[in-house]
């Protein structure tokens, strides 16, 4: 413990990252900036090669910083696992998606803590940042890690999980500036991974346990995938009442006290929104336990885009048109405003519900050129004032801000904006909202 906590206080710590991915880059790069020598462990030899040519893939981490930390040797990538051994401090970042089924596939998780087993070594610290239902560093990765090499946690090596709170696109908040949560198999462990972390972090809170900070991440965004569901089915709501949802929304925010502001929408994506709940609400039942707010946000919230799809036939019904047959034009295929990352985004659903009505999809998103929906690839066209003249309607699915908003409602036949992002115009008749 004192050899780690020497060599992280005197920066000499040698800190390994397992998966290169919107989360594992930008905390490399935040290590590798105060000084301390990185290795990032990819399988995507892709992103490998970026790395080694001083280029950035995440919009978030400038590629200037990526090239000048890899010129001044702090920042590596390798697929070469068995340089693991070398590192002090190892943090693993990898994807923990859904399985069909709605259960969690930690198969990633397995996967490192394979690789970390045959390289263990005493003294190293082991953290966990991917997000997990409440238990698995406990019960998955510190049984692996004991029995293949006899060590024991807490006392030869150490375990820690700190959830990744990364929000892609933000320019307000980044690793630096946004609290990072740790708990500990021990208090030492906690201890040493806060430490690390408070190297890179303005602050860092610590709570008791494993378990503890695996479930604080499941419970921010499981928050805000109730209140997300919540306020989509007020949408629902003052539709059936003839009212904008978002004069409403609006006019509620101005209370002072008692009420936070939520935005409707055409669904929910993402890495962490559509599937963190699935965790907590999977990890429930396994103790019969009946998590009955995170289903009914889940079926409202994933029912969305087949009611955009409706909200898309009956605007084009008030013009004497039908959905079967017109040409739709889906803009933003992204899954928030101005970034790139189109997992789990509504747009592949909205597409392809229209698309279940025979209509004609086309999608514009000036961050993703190309996608496959449904099996079917698609690329991004062009979105000018004499390509929109071609479409019986353009739905607004992602409301990046560098569109033409006014130049779209100008020349578009009809828009259906499921994200107000036309708000600051002047009415139109030609626009329908959510």
Request: charged fraction near 25%; proline fraction near 6%.
């Amino acid at each position: 413990m004192e050899n780690l906590k020497k060599l992280i206080s005197t920066g000499k710590a040698k800190i390994g990252i397992i998966g290169l991915g919107y989360v594992g880059l930008p905390l490399a790069v935040e290590f590798a900036e105060k000084g301390f020598a990185v290795t990032g462990f990819e399988v995507d030899a892709e992103k490998i090669k970026a790395i080694k040519a001083g280029k950035s893939y995440i919009l978030d981490v400038p590629q200037e910083q990526v090239s000048r930390l890899y010129k001044r040797g702090l920042l590596n990538a390798t697929h070469d696992y068995n340089a693991l051994a070398k590192q002090d401090a190892i943090i693993i970042c990898v994807p923990t998606p859904l399985r069909k089924s709605k259960d969690p596939d930690v198969s990633y998780i397995v996967a490192s803590t394979d690789e970390i087993k045959k390289r263990l070594r005493k003294g190293q610290l082991i953290i966990l940042e991917s997000t997990t239902y409440p238990g698995t560093t406990v019960e998955l990765t510190k049984p692996v890690l004991e029995e293949f090499t006899g060590l024991k946690a807490g006392k030869d090596f150490f375990l820690a999980f700190s959830p990744e709170r990364v929000d892609p696109g933000n320019k307000k908040f980044g690793i630096p500036n946004t609290p990072k949560v740790v708990g500990g198999y021990t208090k030492t462990c906690g201890d040493l991974a806060a430490q690390l972390y408070g190297v890179a972090v303005h602050k860092v809170v610590k709570v008791s346990s494993t378990e503890a900070a695996e479930m604080v991440k499941l419970v921010e965004n499981t928050f805000r995938a109730v209140n997300i569901g919540l306020v989509n089915e007020i949408a629902l709501m003052c539709h059936r009442l003839g009212l904008n949802v978002w004069e409403v929304l609006d006019a509620a925010a101005s209370k002072p006290f008692g009420f936070m502001p939520f935005q409707p929408g055409p669904g929910i994506g993402g890495h962490c929104i559509p599937l963190d709940p699935h965790y907590l609400g999977w990890k429930m039942r396994m103790l019969n336990f009946e998590p009955r707010f995170i289903d009914l946000a889940g079926v409202i919230n994933s029912g969305m885009p087949e009611y955009v799809a409706q909200r898309t036939g009956e605007a084009l019904n008030m013009q004497g048109k039908c959905l079967n047959g017109s040409k739709i034009l889906v803009l933003g295929l992204a899954y928030k405003p101005d970034i790139s990352d189109p997992r789990e985004s509504p747009a592949m659903d909205v597409i392809a519900q229209l698309e279940k009505t025979h209509a004609h999809v086309e999608y514009h998103d000036p961050y993703v050129s190309c996608a496959t929906v449904e099996g079917q690839k698609m690329r991004s066209v062009p979105l000018t004032a004499q390509s929109l003249k071609k479409y019986d309607c353009v739905v607004i699915v992602t409301n990046h801000s560098c569109i033409d908003y006014e130049m779209l409602v100008k020349n578009a036949k009809l828009v259906l904006d499921t994200r107000n992002a036309t708000k600051r115009l002047p009415p139109s008749k030609n626009v329908c909202l959510l």
